[in-house]
Antibody, heavy 118, light 107 residues
């Protein structure tokens, strides 16, 4: 079964750090871009970052540049999001998604919740 | 950044209705446009990619059209399972962006 499972979300204080993980299974992980999308409570979807198949090209939304780092470990079929300098407006459900590029994001995890609060 | 604007933001309709949601880009995205359906508390689900290609397994009552800056998602005959929030998403230029969403409600 094709599956993505996120983990690592928790309550963290403003200014803190957190690493999210996304474990992939059921498909050839190295064949796909991978993407993080987030959704703040009651709000719409926000594209956060993506990484190419080899992990050599990374792109970010402006609001997280310099604070978040996307990475992948192809040997472990895993995607990561290292988050630092967390702010209240980073509070959201974070989804990882398998990304075909122009053909869309066709597999999503169930999400992991990050809450930034003192 | 490319701004994606959807309208309407909320749409009330009945089972069997034909509905159309529009997505406008602040600059051309060519045909690099996808549509997603999201139900409350669930992850998004890909419906349409490359503006008009139906994702495998998505019912044929869903269709997409457009290119450049103007796109539409049409549901030809609403079914009870279709009441959800719909998002467009451009993949033409980084940072990629979503529209703000259109909530489709039961009239």
């Amino acid at each position: 079964e094709v599956q993505l499972v996120e983990s690592g979300g928790t309550l963290v204080q403003p200014g803190g750090s957190l690493r999210l993980s996304c474990a992939a299974s059921g498909f050839i992980f190295t064949s796909y871009l991978m993407t993080w999308v987030r959704q703040a409570p009651g709000k719409g979807l926000e594209w956060v970052a993506n990484v190419n198949q080899r992990g050599t090209e990374k792109h970010y939304v402006d609001s997280v540049k310099g604070r978040f780092i996307i990475s992948r470990d192809n040997a472990k079929n895993s995607l990561y999001l290292q988050m630092s300098g967390l702010r209240a407006d980073d509070s959201a459900v974070y989804y990882c998604a398998r990304d075909w590029g122009t053909e869309g994001m066709d597999v999503w995890g169930k999400g992991t919740t990050v809450t930034v609060s003192s | 950044d490319i701004k994606m604007t959807q309208f309407p933001s909320t749409l009330s309709a009945s089972v069997g209705d034909r509905v159309t949601i529009t997505c406008r880009a602040s600059q051309s995205v060519s045909n690099c446009l996808a549509w997603y359906q999201q139900k409350s508390g669930k992850a998004p689900n890909l419906l349409i990619y490359e503006a008009s290609t139906l994702e495998t397994g998505v019912p044929s009552r869903f269709s997409g059209s457009g290119s450049g800056t103007e796109f539409t998602l049409t549901i030809s005959s609403l079914q009870p399972d279709d009441f959800a929030t719909y998002y467009c998403h451009q993949c033409r230029s980084y940072p990629y962006t979503f529209g703000q969403g259109t909530k489709l409600e039961i009239k």
